[in-house]
């Protein structure tokens, strides 16, 4: 098969992976990884959907496949699952003194949905926890994070703190004080004020989101709609 036919069986079988789980899509996504294993994972890998392709073959497996593929993918799911469950438990802990002290946050991105659109399978991939606090907040927030061992970037943005652990060595924490590709600054305090919680076990505290249709919407922007 020419580089190019493998690259768009590929594509292929990534789109068939993220739009669903139907005979067809399974077929395809089958097809590609047993014909054209290195173009799936690269595809996989550029758009960050290396998880998600070894949850779903964990749960839809693919006799033909090499046991040492089926093992690194289902390697890659608990490292990933780990990953995110360390970022929760910070999540949680952070969310929860800025809630003491006073400051609305809530979660956006990766950890905002992967219990509710992931079943927390660890599919879902992301590097850092997204914060959005309302701009009068910021100060406060620096000041709680700063107690939480976190230190700024260059222009208090990202906060970063290590954690001696080798398969997450640091905590990274995004502040946003606008929603990305849309809204100002004068819409946060009402989307605060709307937010929801939701509880992922095993864990007690719930963890502050966005209510859903501000959450939809907020998607919709990011992807130009």
């Not at 779903?56 to 046991?67: C, I, Q, S, T």
């Not at 600054?185 to 509880?199: Q, Y």
């Amino acid at each position: 098969m020419t580089d190019r036919r493998a690259c768009r069986f590929a594509e292929d079988a990534v789109r068939a992976l993220c739009w669903g789980t139907g005979a067809d899509n399974h077929e395809t996504i089958a097809r590609a990884v047993v014909a054209e294993l290195g173009a799936v994972l690269g595809q996989s890998v550029r758009s960050k959907t290396l998880c998600l392709l070894a949850a779903y073959l964990h749960d839809h497996p693919v006799a033909e496949l090499d046991r040492t593929v089926t093992r690194f993918l289902d390697s890659t799911l608990r490292t990933n699952r780990y990953k995110t469950y360390t970022c929760r438990v910070a999540a949680l802990a952070d969310t929860a003194k800025l809630r003491t002290a006073g400051v609305a946050a809530v979660v956006l991105g990766g950890l905002s949905v992967e219990h509710s659109l992931y079943a927390s399978t660890g599919a879902r991939q992301f590097s850092d926890i997204d914060l959005l606090i309302a701009p009068g907040d910021a100060e406060r927030t620096y000041a709680v994070l700063r107690s939480q061992g976190y230190q700024p970037s260059r222009d208090s943005g990202t906060w970063t703190r290590p954690t001696g652990d080798p398969i997450v060595p640091l905590i990274v924490v995004d502040l946003a004080t606008t929603l990305p590709r849309s809204g100002t600054e004068d819409d946060v305090p009402d989307l605060l004020a709307r937010r929801t919680s939701v509880k992922v076990p095993p864990h007690d505290p719930p963890l502050p989101g966005l209510a859903p249709s501000d959450a939809v919407n907020h998607t919709l922007a990011r992807l130009g709609w």
